[in-house]
C-alpha cells in the first residue's frame, strides 16, 4: 500500500477544495446553530461548579425507523439541587412547529440524572429538533436535526421531460466550438509541475485553470486525473500534493478567479446572471465549462482517460453531479454538500440563494417565480443524479442552512450506481477531515494507486 503520509497528504488538498464552501455558506444570514455552550467568563472558585447537560441519541446518524430517541444527562456538580425542566420542541424543514413535550427535573447536589425522550414522527424526512434545559441555576438549548426513513425520501416534482434534450443539445453547441487547448508550463515546485490551462468553451469563452503533474513522470507514464471544481465565486488556484502518481486539475468556470471576462458580476447577482432564460443561464455555461475540462483531459496523451475523478463542495458539489451525469468519461464522482438539490422545495427552507433569486425575479417586468423554477428544474440536482451511472460518494451535514438534508437525501435516492453517503449529524454546510480521508481512499483504491 501507499505510505500513509502521502494519503493524508492527499486528504489535507481535498480539504482545500472542500474548504472553498466557507466562503460560499458565508453568504448566508442564516448559519448553522451552534450546538455548544457559549464559553463563559471564569466565575470565582466558590460558584465555579455549575449545572451542565449533555444530550444524546443511540444512532450515530440520528436516523430512525419511527421514533427519534434522545437522553438528557443533567450533571449537578453544585451543592444545590436543581429543580425544572427539560422539553423538546420539533420543527420541519420550513420551520413549522410539529411536536413539543417536556419532563420535570429534580437533581440532588452532587448527582446527576437521566431523562429520555421518545419523538414520534411518522413521515419520511429531516426534523429539527430543540433540546432544552431549565433548571435551578442554568438555561441551555441543543439544536439537532434528525431523520426519519431517510431513504424513502423522494421529490414530489418531476424531472423535465426533456431534461436531456435540453442538455444534448447545450452538448452539441459545445461540439461546434473549437477548443484551442493551451498548457502553459509555470515553474517546478516541490516534486510536482504546475501549468496554466486555457481552453474555449461554450459561447466561445475562455475558461481557465491549473494542472500539477509529478516531476516523477517518464516519457512513456500516464497519471489519473483528479478533477477539482470550485465552490461559488471561489478562485481556485494550483494544488500541490505529495504524490507522484496523480495529476490533479483546478477549473475555474466562467465567471469565477481567473475566468472572469464577459461574465464579472458582484457576487449577489452570479447565482442569478441569466435565470430568466435557460438557454442563456450562466450555470449552463459552467457546467458545459466542466464538460469542456473533461473534454480537455482526453486531449493529453499523458493522463489516464480511464481514470477521472470530479469533486468539489457546494457549487461544486452541484457541478460535478451535473457533469457525472452528462459526461460519462467520468469515472467517479465526489459531492460535498451540493447546492440546488430539489429546488422547488428550497423555498421556505433556505434564505440564500432563494432570497437572491426572488429578489431578481421582482425587478424584471414579467417574469415569474413559476417561469424561474420552470427553469431552474434543468439545474436541479436530484434530475442530474438520475443519469448518473458512476460510483457516487456524497457528503452532508444535517445542520446545513443552505443544503438541507431532505434535499440532499432527494438526489441521493436517485442515484442508481454504486452510491455511498457520509452524514455529519452536528455540521452545517461542511464536511470534515474524515470525509477527505475516505474520498482519498476511495479514489486510490479506484484508480489501483498502491
Known sequence: MKPIYKLLSLAVCLMIIIDVQNAFAQKSKDKPADTTKKEQPAKPEEDAATPDMKVTTPDPNAFYADKAVYTFDILNPSNKPQDGKVSYQVFSETGQKLN????????????????TFEIPEAKPGFYKVNLMMNITDDDDTARRVFGIRPEQIRSPYKKPVDFEMFWQTAKDELAKVKPSFKTTFIKDSLNRKIYAIEMQSLGNMTIRGWMTIPKAGGKNRKFPVWVGLPGYQVNLTPIMADDDNLAIITLNVRGQGNSRGPIDTRRDEYICYHIENKDNYVMRGAIMDCVRCIDYVFSRSDLRHDDVFVTGGSMGGFLSMATAALDKRVTICSAQNPIFSDVRNLIGEVDWPMSDIIKYAKTRPG?????VLNNMDYFDVKNFATDITCSTLMGIGLLDPLA????????????????R??????????????????EARWMMDTFALF
Do not use: R
Open 367 to 371: 417574469l415569474t417565480m413559476d417561469k
Open 100 to 115: 413539543f413535550d417536556s419532563l420535570k427535573v429534580n437533581v440532588d447536589k452532587k448527582a446527576n440524572k437521566k431523562y
Open 421 to 438: 453517503i457520509m452524514v455529519f449529524k452536528d455540521l452545517g454546510h461542511e464536511v470534515n477531515q474524515v470525509f477527505a480521508t475516505l
Open 404 to 419: 438541507p438534508p431532505n434535499n440532499e437525501y432527494a438526489a441521493y435516492n436517485n442515484l442508481s450506481g454504486k452510491k
